[in-house]
């Protein structure tokens, strides 16, 4: 029989006395109950749900919707947004505007409905969104209504069980260093769940947000051209009505939903994992778009502040681009229609470098930053665009502080439109782009874990004894400590980036391939070579790994 301790047992005991929520308080009893039983696997799960508390990692918090610290329910929100108005109102904000919206995923409404409520008790003056509306609306809103903060219930793109909770001071970006570790502190100094006040009421926004929002995406194309057939999916999130209208009003009326993933619905049941980048996520959008003969595909995740887009390729399949594709795409089309007179443009560290060759040719400035768009938005002056791999596109940053997956497929579609009236492609133009600043070609290679103490270990072992090759080619290793948990492998034409990833329980290794090309005619046989060394230095990362 396995024994539960007794300080693990006191815990739990005395996270049930203080939780507001019975059917979670149910939940936890019963796991409580098998374990006090001797169950070896409820003492695990026990032990794992009593390992909180969440913290504020890439993108605020995420995890399992389940009872206990570690994980995404009731008694976490109340006392997370306990924290948050403490924190709020001694930095001299009590009282202000703060906006509170949601996804459509398993306790959404709730969260919504307790974080609105602890900070009405608390004189803040609680907006909410009027239905489950994607990110950037959200975004959008702090920035337009000059709120003190804004406040999501989303998990973006986590798998189905997981929720989260995501934080937009009043800049309108999310928070950054010591803020987390601040608000994580007046966390930890607030009452129990069950004592935190809240109000019973707050005022609903109407339309006029999302209107006002689509108004200005609409505005955003900076060609005339607009025949274009599109073929989009929201993955089951909140997208599908506010891209199908933005479209619509930026002039882009040929659109098709993928019907069985337009609804919300926090199961996602025709995909394994709701995130564009996962194999198998769109393979429903690639087929609607080559039965319809479409010129483009665009493909959001559940809250719509990524966007992938899809192409047809040379050999007439489909197939999505990778981030990087794309941000080289948007990089090259906002700057090349840029009237700043010293425009910014950014991407992470794990993003390709081809962006800086970009920005270097129309005398931009660029800024590589952290990974997250809370470092991103804050690059520096002029900010016109910021991008990173995993799909973010942030193309008004005066308007959104944050990634945007609507208004990136608004302005793909005018560069793919502007593109098809002069007969050529998305492809064509990335061919441009390769003859112009070299071949780029990236990819990921990631380890997902269910023991989080399997990354912390990789990482060790790779700053006691890094690589000194990689992919044939001698790389020197730099070690970002302590300003970022990330190892960087950089060699003649070859860098490898390897970090934990902030949102998922994954280590990720991001690779890069360049390799000059001397003229149009050398592209295909360049770009062949390329990708056998590349195809050679993921085999090798994914063994470094232990993938």
């Given at each position: 029989m396995t024994r539960l301790a007794p300080d693990l047992r006191d815990r739990a005991f005395r996270w049930l006395a203080d939780d507001p929520d019975p059917d979670s308080k149910l939940e936890l009893q019963r796991i409580v109950a098998a374990a006090m039983g001797g169950d070896a696997a409820a003492v695990d799960e026990l032990a794992d749900r009593m390992a909180g508390p969440l913290t504020f990692g890439t993108a605020g918090l995420r995890g399992p919707v389940r009872a206990g610290p570690n994980g995404m329910n009731r008694a976490v929100v109340i006392r997370t947004t306990a924290g948050v108005a403490a924190w709020l109102a001694a930095r001299g904000h009590a009282g202000g505007?703060?906006?509170?919206?949601?996804?459509?995923?398993?306790?959404?409404?709730?969260?919504?409905?307790?974080?609105?409520?602890?900070?009405?008790?608390?004189?803040?003056?609680?907006?909410?969104?009027?239905?489950?509306?994607?990110?950037?609306?959200?975004?959008?809103?702090?920035?337009?209504?000059?709120?003190?903060?804004?406040?999501?219930?989303?998990?973006?793109?986590?798998?189905?069980?997981?929720?989260?909770?995501?934080?937009?001071?009043?800049?309108?970006?999310?928070?950054?260093?010591?803020?987390?570790?601040?608000?994580?502190?007046?966390?930890?100094?607030?009452?129990?769940?069950?004592?935190?006040?809240?109000?019973?009421?707050?005022?609903?926004?109407?339309?006029?947000?999302?209107?006002?929002?689509?108004?200005?995406?609409?505005?955003?194309?900076?060609?005339?051209?607009?025949?274009?057939?599109?073929?989009?999916?929201?993955?089951?999130?909140?997208?599908?009505?506010?891209?199908?209208?933005?479209?619509?009003?930026?002039?882009?009326?040929?659109?098709?939903?993928?019907?069985?993933?337009?609804?919300?619905?926090?199961?996602?049941?025709?995909?394994?994992?709701?995130?564009?980048?996962?194999?198998?996520?769109?393979?429903?959008?690639?087929?609607?778009?080559?039965?319809?003969?479409?010129?483009?595909?665009?493909?959001?995740?559940?809250?719509?502040?990524?966007?992938?887009?899809?192409?047809?390729?040379?050999?007439?399949?489909w197939r999505m681009l990778s981030g990087d594709e794309t941000g080289a795409l948007l990089g090259e089309h906002i700057l090349s229609t840029s009237d700043s007179a010293s425009p910014l443009v950014a991407n992470t560290i794990v993003s390709s470098s081809l962006l800086a060759s970009i920005a270097a040719a129309h005398n931009a400035r660029h800024a590589a930053t952290l990974t997250g768009f809370k470092w991103l938005v804050r690059a520096g002056d002029n900010l016109v665009y910021a991008y990173e791999e995993a799909l973010g596109h942030c193309v008004d940053p005066d308007f959104v502080r944050d990634k945007d997956g609507i208004s990136a497929a608004v302005l793909a579609c005018d560069l793919a439109a502007t593109l098809r009236a002069q007969g050529r492609t998305l492809l064509d133009a990335l061919d441009d782009l390769a003859v112009t600043h070299g071949l780029h070609l990236t990819r990921q290679v990631s380890l997902r874990v269910t023991d989080l103490g399997r990354i912390s270990a990789l990482m060790a072992s790779l700053r006691a004894a890094p690589p000194d090759e990689l992919g044939g080619v001698a790389v020197t290793a730099e070690d970002l400590l302590p300003q970022a948990d990330v190892l960087r492998y950089t060699g003649e034409g070859v860098r490898v980036v390897i970090r934990p990833s902030g949102t998922e329980p994954k280590a990720k290794a991001y690779l890069e391939i360049v390799a000059p090309v001397p003229d149009a005619a050398s592209l295909p046989t360049t770009r062949a070579t390329a990708s056998q060394r590349l195809d050679t230095l993921a085999a090798e990362v994914e063994d470094l790994l232990g993938a």
């Amino acid at each position: 029989m396995t024994r539960l301790a007794p300080d693990l047992r006191d815990r739990a005991f005395r996270w049930l006395a203080d939780d507001p929520d019975p059917d979670s308080k149910l939940e936890l009893q019963r796991i409580v109950a098998a374990a006090m039983g001797g169950d070896a696997a409820a003492v695990d799960e026990l032990a794992d749900r009593m390992a909180g508390p969440l913290t504020f990692g890439t993108a605020g918090l995420r995890g399992p919707v389940r009872a206990g610290p570690n994980g995404m329910n009731r008694a976490v929100v109340i006392r997370t947004t306990a924290g948050v108005a403490a924190w709020l109102a001694a930095r001299g904000h009590a009282g202000g505007i703060v906006i509170v919206g949601r996804d459509a995923r398993h306790g959404s409404a709730a969260f919504h409905a307790d974080a609105a409520g602890v900070l009405a008790a608390a004189g803040f003056d609680v907006l909410v969104l009027p239905r489950p509306l994607p990110t950037p609306v959200l975004a959008f809103a702090v920035r337009s209504l000059r709120a003190v903060a804004g406040v999501m219930i989303t998990a973006s793109h986590n798998p189905p069980a997981d929720n989260g909770y995501k934080l937009y001071v009043d800049s309108g970006a999310q928070i950054v260093p010591p803020a987390d570790r601040e608000i994580e502190a007046a966390i930890a100094a607030a009452p129990a769940a069950i004592s935190v006040p809240q109000a019973a009421t707050w005022t609903a926004l109407g339309t006029e947000v999302l209107t006002a929002y689509l108004d200005r995406v609409a505005s955003l194309p900076r060609g005339s051209a607009r025949e274009l057939r599109v073929a989009a999916t929201a993955l089951h999130g909140v997208g599908a009505g506010p891209l199908a209208l933005a479209l619509h009003q930026a002039g882009f009326t040929d659109v098709s939903m993928v019907a069985d993933q337009t609804q919300p619905d926090p199961d996602f049941p025709t995909v394994p994992f709701p995130n564009p980048e996962e194999p198998g996520a769109t393979d429903l959008l690639l087929a609607m778009a080559s039965e319809m003969d479409s010129d483009i595909a665009v493909a959001l995740d559940p809250d719509a502040d990524r966007c992938a887009l899809g192409v047809r390729d040379r050999d007439g399949a489909w197939r999505m681009l990778s981030g990087d594709e794309t941000g080289a795409l948007l990089g090259e089309h906002i700057l090349s229609t840029s009237d700043s007179a010293s425009p910014l443009v950014a991407n992470t560290i794990v993003s390709s470098s081809l962006l800086a060759s970009i920005a270097a040719a129309h005398n931009a400035r660029h800024a590589a930053t952290l990974t997250g768009f809370k470092w991103l938005v804050r690059a520096g002056d002029n900010l016109v665009y910021a991008y990173e791999e995993a799909l973010g596109h942030c193309v008004d940053p005066d308007f959104v502080r944050d990634k945007d997956g609507i208004s990136a497929a608004v302005l793909a579609c005018d560069l793919a439109a502007t593109l098809r009236a002069q007969g050529r492609t998305l492809l064509d133009a990335l061919d441009d782009l390769a003859v112009t600043h070299g071949l780029h070609l990236t990819r990921q290679v990631s380890l997902r874990v269910t023991d989080l103490g399997r990354i912390s270990a990789l990482m060790a072992s790779l700053r006691a004894a890094p690589p000194d090759e990689l992919g044939g080619v001698a790389v020197t290793a730099e070690d970002l400590l302590p300003q970022a948990d990330v190892l960087r492998y950089t060699g003649e034409g070859v860098r490898v980036v390897i970090r934990p990833s902030g949102t998922e329980p994954k280590a990720k290794a991001y690779l890069e391939i360049v390799a000059p090309v001397p003229d149009a005619a050398s592209l295909p046989t360049t770009r062949a070579t390329a990708s056998q060394r590349l195809d050679t230095l993921a085999a090798e990362v994914e063994d470094l790994l232990g993938a």
